[in-house]
T-cell receptor
Framework: DTGVSQDPRHKITKRGQNVTFRCDPI?????LYWYRQTLGQGPEFLTY????????KSRLLSDRFSAERPKGSFSTLEIQRTEQGDSAMYLC???????????????FGPGTRLLVL | AQKVTQAQTEISVVEKEDVTLDCVYE???????LFWYKQPPSGELVFLIR??????QNEISGRYSWNFQKSTSSFNFTITASQVVDSAVYFC????????????FGKGTTLSVSS
């Protein structure tokens, strides 16, 4: 039984470059979330998917950020024209929706640590 | 607006001491969920507990226990007989009742347990 996996675990890039992160959720989990965590802070919600549909994206930090989950399995988060302020840990979580009226438990991956020089 | 406050930034204890991590939340919803997660140095957030607003019964799991009090909007976490492996950052989080809503996290409490 594998947990949520993320790739790469670390990424160093130069300002202005594009980066893409991948998240593989727990098998059969239909919901997938992206969060950002900066030093000394708790995770901050960015967006989430139910299957392949992106149901909330208003919290994405700018139009440089985009996410996809094309087949309802793995997801990618892309940051275009990176800035130094994008340096953070990007966390992915997945969950299994049982009942629309109930909040499910989100299980997190190890994160991708991004450093923008 | 929803908010989670973890007033203790850092706590240091010696092994075998008991330690309580505080969590105070704000929400206007009558139905909500509270969570605790552990983040060891490796970075992965590990789920510890989920509690809904209608269930005020305290819970114990091994050396861990949680005290939920709606009257004071608190959901405190106690580790009994702490161990070095308990050293991590602990986050309290809040969400509304409906599925698919974001978790609102506190800033976390860094627990250091020395031998």
């Amino acid at each position: 039984d594998t947990g949520v996996s993320q790739d790469p675990r670390h990424k160093i890039t130069k300002r202005g470059q594009n980066v893409t992160f991948r998240c593989d959720p727990i098998s059969e989990h239909n919901r997938l979330y992206w969060y950002r965590q900066t030093l000394g802070q708790g995770p901050e919600f960015l967006t989430y998917f139910q299957n392949e549909a992106q149901l909330e994206k208003s919290r994405l930090l700018s139009d440089r950020f985009s996410a996809e989950r094309p087949k309802g399995s793995f997801s990618t988060l892309e940051i275009q024209r990176t800035e130094q302020g994008d340096s953070a840990m990007y966390l992915c979580a997945s969950s299994f929706l049982v009942d629309r009226a109930l909040q499910e438990t989100q299980y997190f991956g190890p994160g991708t640590r991004l450093l923008v020089l | 607006a929803q908010k989670v406050t973890q007033a203790q930034t850092e706590i240091s204890v010696v092994e075998k001491e008991d330690v309580t991590l505080d969590c105070v939340y704000e929400t206007r919803d009558t139905t909500y969920y509270l969570f605790w997660y552990k983040q060891p140095p490796s970075g992965e957030l590990v789920f510890l507990i989920r509690r809904n607003s209608f269930d005020e019964q305290n819970e114990i799991s091994g050396r861990y226990s949680w005290n939920f009090q709606k009257s004071t909007s608190s959901f405190n976490f106690t580790i009994t007989a702490s161990q070095v492996v308990d050293s991590a950052v602990y986050f309290c989080a809040l969400s509304e009742a409906q599925a698919g809503t974001a978790l609102i996290f506190g800033k976390g409490t860094t627990l250091s347990v020395s031998s």
